[in-house]
């Protein structure tokens, strides 16, 4: 079998596009929680490569170990991990946050990387061989303003990022962290929980990244020789600066 590469949060976005992008070289797990989508797409990318599915909640770490144990053994030996997983709920300064806002970003981008990290690395070190790309954000290298708790998440995931090259650097383990700026997916559309104006003004004016470009990126870190490890990336659209320098024309 080719390597085999899980991605969480594949049902969409990005991950569904590094899914797509790697199929042709690769044996693919993909993660999430939407079946439907799933199912969708596995059926597309089975005509490239073996497909596996798994639907569980990263931040569940019941449901991450049972859906790691739920995979056929030739499937157990994992090459590549993509934590792609994550969102951002609601943009509110500090003192107005919604509590389940907060739980839902700690417990999705942070606990859930660490979750399926936990489970998954300890095979890679065994091996003493492995991948594991975390998404992170241009928000865990800058905070904004109303951009608190999200910020702190993704910061928490650059910080586990460097932590986890640390300790798996005995056994040969290449940690990347990928950090987006400006990425038009459905991104906006769930941090302002559908508000259409809203998340259109995130792009407006701006060419935005879309998911295929951190899909690329991807696929050339995976694809370096094994004595190269593409430690960070910070990737933003050319009309992005900083997290708050955004060259908009009107
Ligand atoms: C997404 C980028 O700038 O909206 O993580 O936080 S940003």
Known sequence: MKKIVFVTGATSGIGEAIARILAPSHALVIC???????????????????????????SD????????DSLPSEWKNIEVLVNNAGNAHGRAPIHEGDLADWDAMIDGNLKGLLYVTRAISPGMVER?????????SIAGKEVYPDGNVYCASKFGVD???????????????????????LVETEF?????????DKSEGVYKGMTPLYAEDIAETVKFVVERPPHVTIADMTIFPTAQASSTIVNRQS
């Open 188 to 196: 906006s559309m769930v941090r302002f929980k559908g508000d259409e």
């Open 61 to 68: 770490a019941d449901a991450v170990n049972a859906a790691l």
């Open 32 to 58: 999430g929680r939407r079946v439907d989508r799933l199912e969708k797409l596995a059926a597309e990318l089975s005509a490239q490569t073996d497909v596996q599915t798994l639907s569980f909640d990263v």
């Open 128 to 136: 003493k061989s492995g991948d594991i790309i975390n998404v992170g």
């Open 159 to 181: 910080a586990a990022t460097n932590g986890m090259r640390m300790d798996l650097n005995p056994y040969g383990i290449r940690v990347v962290g990928i950090h987006p700026g």
